[in-house]
């Protein structure tokens, strides 16, 4: 297994395009999407030009076959969301909370046949400030953890032995870890709308979100245009949701995430880029999945490994042309991502004008595509 870590560093000046505050933003409460669409794939999708001075437009992501260059390929992220929030007890009997970090192929793939089901994970546990190194916790009455190491931000590494079918379990006693700023708790609705249409590798802890706007009609709409289409996995992990916190931001330190390709995938992308055709990675979670193989091997092929890549302003993209993307959290590393992607002042101006038009923001919010 691979492991790789890229950041862009000039540490000579501290640009502003380096500057945390320079990602900040202020966002209507109300402007935040508690709720997905009516119906998948009926948002609105703000059309950002990457390279051009191509004022932005205002559509509807049914819209988006229309929008799309010829000949496009789109690469989209197809993990699957597992409910991995469970509700349990710590030894002095108090409440606890888990969400297991640890994509769970990964989990299945060390354990024995006829052994003991146990292994070493990371994990985020609440709360953080009563949970210590020794302590053991109870979930569902079959999952039991005992705490090795404590990280920060209520992160931690722990011992985790379990009764039955791990998935099982989790399907049977989990909540979909929605995040933070969706403030409700699940419903039996976001089983099936906090998962894209075409989800297939269990084991994210989040949702790629730019993936929940399609529909197979969409996917059959796209054929028909001579789109193609391919998948990957990048099981979305904390890297993903992990805030910024260093005022220079190339301190920030990336978290890794598990990245599996194939050989077809890559070998149809080394085509199209051949054939010059425009590469479209559905959300960013593809994209940072695209570009670390890329910066890994050289070249796109076949992986599976991990990637803590962190792009900003000032990456050279290899793989991917376009973007199809939700709109981000303030000072977060996806906002830093597509403003490498496009250039912050032009992102930060797309944000404003999704603002004054009433667009929703974040995980079930609206989509923007930025298109080469």
Known sequence: MASLKIICQDRNTLQEDFLLKSYDYDLPPERIAQFPSREPGASRMLVLSRQSDIPPADSNFEELPGHLPEGALLVANNCRVLPARLTGVRDSGGKAEFLLLTPLPLILATTTPGAPNEAFVECLLRPAAKIRPGSRLVFAGLLHVTVLEKGAFGMHRVKMAWTGNLEEIFASHGQMPLPPYIRRQPQKSDALRYQTCYASKTGAVAAPTAGLHFTPQMRSHLAGNGCQWLELTLYVGYGTFSPVRENDIRQHNMHR????????????IREAKAEGRPVVAVGTTSLRALEGIYAANGDICPFNGWTDIFIYPGYKFQVVDGLITNFHLPMSSLLMLVSAFAGREKIMDAYDRAI?????????????LINP
Request: no cysteine; aromatic share 20%.
């Open 257 to 268: 995430e598990y990245v599996e390709m194939d050989a077809r995938t890559a070998r149809a």
């Open 356 to 368: 004054g038009l009433d667009y929703n923001f974040f995980s079930y919010g609206d989509a923007m």
